[in-house]
T-cell receptor
Framework: DAGVTQSPTHLIKTRGQQVTLRCSPK?????VSWYQQALGQGPQFIFQ???????QRGNFPDRFSGHQFPNYSSELNVNALLLGDSALYLC????????????FGEGSWLTVV | DAKTTQPTSMDCAEGRAANLPCNHSTISGNEYVYWYRQIHSQGPQYIIHGLKNNETNEMASLIITEDRKSSTLILPHATLRDTAVYYCIGSNNNDMRFGAGTRLTVKP
């Protein structure tokens, strides 16, 4: 049983570009959340998707957007990249929106130069 | 989501129990207490979670006080591979609001 899988594992982008990160949830999970983790800090919640809709959002600008597909997989898009967007981007999945175990992927390392 | 407070760092001798405290005095009645750990910026690893009752699994035990204002994560026999940052989180809607966590160092 594969856990949460993310791609790509590492990528480098130039300031001003756009990036798309992908996530496949653990089998049987229908809720996907995205987190940003800067070096030396704890993960920060970006947003959560359930039934193909954004259900909750953290304190991130509109440059950060997402999508959930009918098979529950998800994408995170970041437009107009800034140097400060360099971070580890983590995807997490769960079954339903409350009280169940939440599993994280290994993340996608984004470097903006 | 409840704000949690944890010590910045702790040491533990290998083979001994590691007891990691967490204060969550503002936790609401429907918020679960979750514990995760993270090793070398890998993805956070789920350890355990609970609402009111104490919980135990193959990794750890979670002791929640009766007033639910604090909890303790217990690793019964710490190994060197348990060295990590441990996060305590209060949540009722699956968005995990991570704090700085406790950096646990298990020493030989």
């Amino acid at each position: 049983d594969a856990g949460v899988t993310q791609s790509p594992t590492h990528l480098i982008k130039t300031r001003g570009q756009q990036v798309t990160l992908r996530c496949s949830p653990k089998s049987g999970h229908d809720t996907v959340s995205w987190y940003q983790q800067a070096l030396g800090q704890g993960p920060q919640f970006i947003f959560q998707y359930y039934e193909e809709e954004e259900r909750q959002r953290g304190n991130f600008p509109d440059r950060f957007s997402g999508h959930q597909f009918p098979n529950y997989s998800s994408e995170l898009n970041v437009n107009a990249l800034l140097l400060g967007d360099s971070a580890l981007y983590l995807c997490a999945s769960s079954r339903g929106q409350r009280g169940n175990t939440i599993y994280f992927g290994e993340g996608s390392w984004l470097t903006v130069v | 989501d409840a704000k949690t407070t944890q010590p910045t760092s702790m040491d533990c001798a290998e083979g001994r129990a590691a007891n990691l405290p967490c204060n969550h005095s503002t936790i609401s009645g429907n918020e679960y207490v979750y514990w995760y750990r993270q090793i070398h910026s890998q993805g956070p690893q789920y350890i355990i979670h609970g609402l009111k009752n104490n919980e135990t699994n193959e990794m750890a035990s979670l002791i929640i006080t009766e007033d639910r204002k604090s909890s303790t994560l217990i690793l019964p026999h710490a190994t060197l591979r348990d060295t990590a940052v441990y996060y305590c989180i209060g949540s009722n809607n699956n968005d995990m609001r991570f704090g700085a966590g406790t950096r646990l160092t298990v020493k030989p």
